[in-house]
């Protein structure tokens, strides 16, 4: 299980973990999460490292990663494609996204980083009234919340206005004590708003959104998830020419470590 680091292309260090051999698999994170929060990466690349490469990294302002300010939607492009050039040694990738890192993993391939396929898990998207959408003013309020030294208000304005969690339950959260890790990474939560961008909005997606993307596609979710994390993997995959949908054991926008191994080796296989 080596560990590693890459540096992207405005000098910041992006630290990784990598098992196994083979094609690489990429692993990106969704909002808040890094290595060392979320342990299903590492299971799912242990089942998967008898064939494939699997490298999961930090994305930047996280973990292990260093971050390089100002931030534009195109560092996190260049991030993964130091992963792949560097830790994945430029052979064709499957890049698989949790949430918004699904969302970070089709802008990418959008803007010309080469990836072989993709792979998402309940990709942000909410095309109907399903869900609230995120205010027009969303990234603006994180924005200020961090500029004002504010970090546990951005973790609560993500929290109730992305999450959907009411006000109480945030306040008890922030009374725990994993809320001080949260806030370590708070300025990291306006990097997935502008990835997402207008999929959130409650209208159709824009006809000329990922219009570039003729790689295959694979866009998950789990049977029992919440209604409109579903909806908007449908609206996502029905979006994208070259998709397909797969709803698999799963709920509450997650699944386990056999099924997510067993779908990305079959869909590899197969693409």
């Known amino acids: ?36 929060t979320n342990p299903l990466n590492q299971e799912t690349a242990e089942l998967l490292a008898d064939e494939f490469l699997v490298i999961n990294y930090d994305r930047r302002g996280r973990g292990g990663s260093s971050d390089t300010p100002p931030y534009a ?62 205010p027009d003013d969303y990234v603006e309020r994180l924005d200020a919340a961090i500029a004002d030294g504010r970090p546990g208000d951005a973790v609560a ?14 306040a008890g959260m922030r009374e725990q004590d994993f809320w001080a890790g949260l806030e370590a990474i708070a300025p990291t939560i306006a990097y997935d708003a502008r990835q997402v961008g207008d999929t959130l909005s409650g209208k159709p997606l824009r006809p000329e959104l990922w219009k570039h993307i003729d790689i295959p596609v694979l866009v998950m979710y789990g049977i029992d998830t919440w209604p409109a ?43």
Do not use: C
């Open 157 to 170: 304005l993500f929290m109730t206005a992305a999450v959907m969690l009411p006000e109480e339950a945030v």
């Open 1 to 36: 299980m080596p560990e590693g680091t890459v540096t992207s292309a405005d000098g910041s260090t992006i630290a990784y973990t990598a098992w196994g051999a083979g094609d690489p698999i990429v692993i990106i994170d969704g909002a808040t999460a890094y290595r060392a």
């Open 229 to 271: 994390l579903a909806a908007g993997s449908r609206a996502i995959a029905a979006h994208l020419p070259t998709s397909t949908l797969a709803p698999v054991p799963g709920e509450e926008h997650s699944t386990t470590a056999d099924v997510l191994a067993a779908a990305l080796r079959a869909f590899i296989k197969e693409n």
């Open 73 to 134: 939607v195109e560092r996190e492009f260049e991030d993964l494609e130091a992963i792949i050039e560097q830790a994945g040694q430029g052979r064709p990738a499957t890049v698989f996204g949790w949430s918004s890192g699904a969302n970070l993993a089709l802008n990418a391939a959008q803007g010309g980083v080469p990836i072989a396929r993709l792979a998402l898990f309940e990709p942000n998207a909410a095309v109907d009234d399903g869900r609230p959408p995120l």
